[in-house]
């Protein structure tokens, strides 16, 4: 079976908020008879490594070019994009896409500039009743100040990226937070910065290449002609392709699309035409507003919740003044629908609403915006990832469960290891096959993609995993 669709299959999984940014770009012209080579094209996509209690690390890539042998290099970057690394454990953003000269390029450069920390702050021990965490932010004017150690980073490729016409090809960046972030034998962050990175050579068909989550608006739709236009967070527009195995959240369809409707999409990029197919589409809001971000506080703990602290990682459309890169409390009526994306049964409502929130879930809301202020109509629950260690001797196969403790951010809301829980669709990776290989109690990393849910009879956060990954460096 495709692994792919394994977790369409699954009824509690979805696959996280990823902020994704598309710009297109051509090969430039020749005066002269001198033939030119022929020109493909290359995307690229970012995740990281945490450090726990980071919430954002917000830095420019200003640059970003790959060498052949002869030292001939290209820009695979269009202008400047300002990523937030801290969101992307265990998922992946597509950063853009170019066309370039065909050929073999071996090595990378990565430009940098303008780094930014934020970091939560959780009473510690927990107080009784909770308090509501609040977020510091370190930038290159505060004390201490955050500095990059250097803002050039250029690494050799372990496979060539080939290039070719008519065809597509990528670059999986990953930013390591965990050996960039300087921290003193106190565990506070210094403000110095060394990039820590690792690139490599992707196809559409590599697991790195799939994109997990795309939140753009709508601008145009051809529903006769199976596809719509859509705007993401950077203002670039892209195509969207659906078919009849597409998946629609909620009972949904394409003709329930408009030029105010805010979407979440999964799918592939088509090596040959480099439009959008789109696996899964759910439709996040229909009034041309949306926030995604975690959950850091919920009020009260117990029963249904009449507010909630979201910290805020993305919002769109940009500029309408909602406290991007802060923590807003979100107000609830009791009229809003509570879903999960990338889950089509009626029992969505069983896993999550407002009874049901807890700190470290990833969310998204849709609703009114007006006079700085949301009225919420929907509250979508989303993947998240967390790369951690696995607590020795937890392993249960015949309870389908192992404990983890998460180095993440979410990891400080949890308090604490997590239970995880693994399904008949949970895939495994990294040498790892299935859920007993863990009973040997590897002391590498794991990295843990899915769902946070509350446990309705402790009240704690459980895990349901949609991946499970050993990481071997």
């Known amino acids: 079976m495709n692994p792919k669709k394994w977790s369409k299959q699954w009824s509690v999984s979805l696959l996280a908020l990823i902020l994704v940014a598309f710009a297109a770009g051509c090969g430039g012209g020749a005066s002269n008879p001198v033939m030119q080579p022929q020109s493909g094209t290359v995307f690229l996509t970012g995740t990281d490594a945490p450090l726990q209690s980071v919430v954002s690390f917000q830095v420019d890539i200003t640059g970003l070019s790959v060498t052949d042998a002869n030292n001939n290099s290209q820009s695979v970057l269009s202008g400047t994009q300002t990523?937030?690394?801290?969101?992307?454990?265990?998922?992946?953003?597509?950063?853009?896409?170019?066309?370039?000269?065909?050929?073999?390029?071996?090595?990378v450069t990565v430009t940098l500039a303008n780094p930014q920390i934020s970091f939560l702050n959780v009473a510690n021990p927990p107080t009784t009743p909770p308090t509501r965490p609040t977020i510091t932010t370190l930038n290159g004017t505060t004390s201490p100040a955050v500095t990059l150690t250097t803002s050039s980073v250029t690494l050799n490729l372990?496979?060539?990226?080939?290039?070719?016409?008519?065809?597509?090809?990528?670059?999986?960046?990953?930013?390591?937070?965990?050996?960039?972030?300087?921290?003193?034998?106190?565990?506070?962050?210094?403000?110095?910065?060394t990039p820590v990175l690792r690139l490599k050579a992707i196809t559409p068909g590599d697991s790195d290449a799939f994109i997990d989550d795309f939140a753009a608006g709508v601008v145009s739709v051809n529903a006769g002609g199976n596809s719509f236009v859509i705007q993401g967070p950077h203002g670039h527009q892209?195509?969207?392709?659906?078919?009849?195995?597409?998946?629609?959240?909620?009972?949904?369809?394409?003709?329930?699309?408009?030029?105010?409707?805010?979407i979440e999409l999964s799918g592939t990029l088509?090596?040959?035409?480099?439009?959008?197919?789109?696996?899964?589409?759910?439709?996040?809001?229909?009034?041309?507003?949306?926030?995604?971000?975690?959950v850091t506080f919920e009020e009260p703990q117990t029963g249904a919740a009449t507010d909630f602290d979201l910290y805020v990682r993305s919002v769109l459309p940009s500029g309408t003044g909602f406290n991007s890169?802060?923590?807003?409390?979100?107000?609830?009526?009791?009229?809003?629908?509570?879903y999960i994306y990338w889950m089509h049964n009626s029992f969505t409502n069983m896993f999550f609403n407002s009874s049901l929130l807890t700190p470290g879930q990833h969310v998204s809301i849709g609703g009114l915006f007006t006079n700085g202020a949301?009225?919420?109509?929907?509250?979508?629950?989303?993947?998240?990832?967390?790369?951690?260690?696995?607590?020795?001797?937890?392993?249960?196969?015949?309870?389908?469960?192992?404990q983890f403790n998460s180095n993440g951010l979410a990891g400080v809301l949890f308090n604490g290891p997590i239970t995880v829980f693994v399904t008949p669709f949970t895939r495994f990776g990294g040498g790892l096959t299935q859920l007993s290989d863990l009973t040997s109690n590897p002391t590498n990393p794991l990295r843990v993609v899915g769902l946070v849910l509350k446990d309705p009879v402790s009240g704690q956060p459980v895990f349901v995993a949609r991946g499970v990954e050993e990481l071997t460096n």
Do not use: C
Request: no cysteine; hydrophobic share 40%.
């Open 238 to 262: 892209f195509t969207v392709n659906v078919n009849g195995q597409t998946e629609w959240e909620n009972s949904e369809s394409i003709n329930d699309l408009t030029s105010n409707s805010i």
């Open 83 to 107: 990523v937030d690394f801290a969101r992307l454990n265990g998922l992946h953003t597509l950063l853009d896409i170019n066309t370039i000269p065909g050929g073999t390029y071996t090595s």
């Open 325 to 338: 890169g802060q923590i807003s409390t979100i107000n609830l009526t009791g009229n809003e629908i509570f």
């Open 158 to 193: 372990a496979t060539p990226l080939m290039v070719s016409s008519g065809n597509i090809t990528g670059l999986s960046l990953e930013f390591n937070l965990r050996k960039s972030i300087a921290v003193d034998a106190m565990g506070q962050i210094t403000g110095a910065v």
């Open 374 to 402: 949301v009225t919420v109509k929907r509250v979508v629950l989303r993947h998240e990832g967390h790369t951690g260690t696995l607590v020795a001797n937890s392993t249960n196969v015949g309870a389908h469960t192992f």
């Open 270 to 294: 088509d090596r040959l035409t480099a439009t959008f197919l789109a696996d899964s589409v759910g439709i996040l809001s229909q009034d041309h507003f949306f926030a995604g971000g975690l």
